[in-house]
C-alpha cells in the first residue's frame, strides 16, 4: 500500500518491507478467518498508514535536500506507475468474475467503481451507508476504503509539504505533524463516544489520519538525522545560510523552497549525525524495543473490537505508535532489527503486500457468494479461506511480475508502446499480444456489464422492504375500514376459541388477540405474519436490539394496544440481558401471555442469547419459545443472501412457528383451567361442566 521510489531509486529504508508483509498479514488473517484468530487484525490498515506518512516524507525530504526542489509531476506520475495498474486489474478482473456470479455481489458495484476510479471510495461509502464491521451487503470493494485514504494523501501532501518546509525547525515540523495527529484521533473519539456512525468516524480521512500524521511526524524526527554521515567519517560542515535555488515552476511543476542549514534543523554539506546514533548500546536498545514493538503491534490485533473510544481510536493509536517504535528500529543505522524482519519470505510478502490487500477481499467475497450464496457476514468456512488465501499469493505474484513491475520500468505510455511493438513483431510475440489486448477488452467489457447489471438493492433488503410495505398496506386497509372502538382491544386473560379443549388440533389463536415487537427478521416476516394471522399488531423495526423492547411495550400498554399474547422477537443484533427481559415481562404482566422467538444468524452472539431466552421463559409460567432457530437451520435455502431475513416462504415459516408458539401456550392454559375445574369437581363432587 506504501509506495515505491522512482527510477533513480535511493537506499532502501530497512525493516519496512517485513512491516508491510506483517500488516497485510494482520489484514488478510482478519478478513479469512475471522473472528478467532486476529479478532483486532483491521490495525493492520493503520501499520500501512504509518508506513505511507513516514515514507513518503522522507523521500521528499530527500529530493528537496538534494535539489531543493519538489517535482510535483513527478511524484504523481510515479504514484500513478506503482498504484493504477494493479487497481485497474483488480476491479476489471473481479467486476467480471462478480458479473458471472451474479446476485448481491452485484448491489452498489458502479458507485464502487466510481469510488475506486476517483480515490474517494471511503467518502463514497460513507455517503452510501455502507458500513465495515457489520454490513450484510458483500460489498465486493470495501477494503478500497484505506487505498483511498492514502491516495488523498498521496495528492494533498506533496502541495501542503512546502508549507511545512516554511518552519526553519526540525521540532516545530514535528511538532505541528504531532499535534494533527492527536487531534483527528480525538476527532474519532469525540465521534464515536457521541454516538454518531461507526463507519464514519473510522472511513474518514479526518478521523482517520492520525496514523499517517504520526508517520509524516517521525519523518521529520529522524530522516535529518539518516541522512548524514556517521561521526566516525571525520566530516563536517559549517552551518549554511539559507539557499534559495532557481524558482522557475515551467519545468515538471516544480515548487522551489529554501534550504536550511543544519543550524535550522535540516542537513546540509557533510555534517555528521551525533557518535552515539551509531553506538552499539544504541542498536541494541532499539533492536529490542523494535521485536516488543512488533509483539504489541500482533497483541493488539488479538484484542476484539468495541464499538468505542477503547478500540476507535484508542486500539487503533496504540498499533500506530507501536509501528513507529518499529519502523526507528529497523531504518536505525547499523540496525540488526531492520535486517531481521527484512528475511526473505516477508520481503517477498512486503514487495507484493499491495497486490495483497487488493486482491483478497474482492475474491473472499466472490468465492463466499459462489460457494455459499451468502455474504461474508454469513460466516468464511475454513477451507474457502484457504483456497482465497492461496489464489490470492498466486494473482499477487502474478500481478507483480506481469503488470506492475514492468509498467514501473517503463511507465504506463512506455507500457503501451512496448505492447504496440509486439504487435508488429514475431507470430509468438504477436499472439501474445493479442492476448493480451483481447483478454483486457473482454475484461472491460465485463466491468461494464456488471455495473449494468447491478440490482439496486440486495435481497435482504428486498425482503425487509417487502414487508415493510405489506404493513403499510395493511394499516392503510385498517384505517379505511376500522370503526372508532375497531382498534381497542381487551387486556384480559383470553377465551379458549375451541368448543373441545381436548382437541389440541382445534386450538387456534387469531391474529387479532396477537401484538408482535421485533426487529428486521420479524419486518421481513411481516406479509406471512399478516397471512396467516389476519389482524395481528405487527411493530418491527430494522437495527433493533433487546434494549428497545420495554419502552416500546410500555408505550402500547399505556394506550391499551397491548393484547392477550405478545410476541417478542428482538435476539437478532446483539446480546439480551436479564434486566431487559425482566423489563418485557413487566409490561407484558402477569395476565397475558410472552412469547420470546429465538434467534438464527451467522453472528458469534446467537447461541447466548437463544440460551438466555430458554432460561428466562423455563423460569416463568407466562412465558414460551418460538424455535425460529430450529425451524429455520434444515432450510437457509428460504433465507435472503446475507443467512439473517426471510424470504417469501421463509417469512411464511417464521408466521407458522409464531402462531404454533401462541397456540401451543393457548392449549396449555385450556389445560391448566381443565385441571383446575377437575379438581374442583372431585374435591366437591359435583359436575360443573355447562
Known sequence: MTSTAPAERPARYRGLDGLRAIAVTLVVVYHLFPPALLPGGFVGVDVF????GFLITSLLLREHDTTGRVGLRAFWQRRARRLLPALVLVVAVCSTLAWLIGGDVLVHLGAQVFGAA????????????????????PELFRNFWSLAVEEQFYVLWPLLFPLFLLLPRAWARVGVALALAAASALWMGAAVTRGDDLTRAYFGTDTHAFGILLGVGL???????????????????????PVLDDASLSVGWKVVLPRFGTNRGTPAGSATRPAWVDSRRARAITGVAGVLAILGVVGVAMLPAADSAATFPGALLAASVLTAVAIVAGVWPGSWFGRAIDVAPLRWVGDRSYGIYLWHWPLLVLAVAAFEGAGTSAGVPVWIGLGVLAATAVASALSYRLVEMPVRRRGL???????????????RARVRAIGVAAAGVLFIAGTGAAIAAAPPVSTSEAVVDAGREALELAQREAESSASPSATETPAATPEPQATDAADPAAVHVPGDRITAVGDSVMLASAKGLLERLPGIEVDAEVSRSIWAGPGILESLAASGRLRPYVVVALGTNGPVNLESLEKIAAAVGPERHLVLVNAYAPRDWIPGVNADLQAFADARHNVSIADWSGAISPRLDLLAGDHVHPGGEGGLLFA???????????????????????SVEANLGVDLTP
Do not use: H, K
Not at 118 to 137: D, H, Q
Not at 413 to 427: I, K, T
Not at 656 to 674: I, K, Q
Open 49 to 52: 498508514f504509518v508506513i505511507s
Open 118 to 137: 476517483t480515490f474517494s471510495y471511503n467518502w463514497v461509502s460513507i455517503a452510501g451507508g455502507s458500513g465495515y464491521f457489520a454490513a450484510a451487503t
Open 219 to 241: 519523518a521529520f524526527l529522524i530522516a535529518p538525522m539518516l541522512a548524514r554521515p556517521p561521526a566516525t567519517a571525520g566530516m563536517g560542515a559549517a552551518p549554511a545560510e
Open 413 to 427: 505510455r512506455g507500457s503501451a508502446r512496448v505492447l504496440a511493438g509486439r504487435l508488429r513483431s514475431g507470430p
Open 656 to 678: 407458522d412457528t409464531v402462531a404454533d408458539a401462541v397456540d401451543a401456550a393457548e392449549r396449555e392454559r385450556l389445560e391448566r383451567r381443565a385441571n383446575v375445574i377437575r
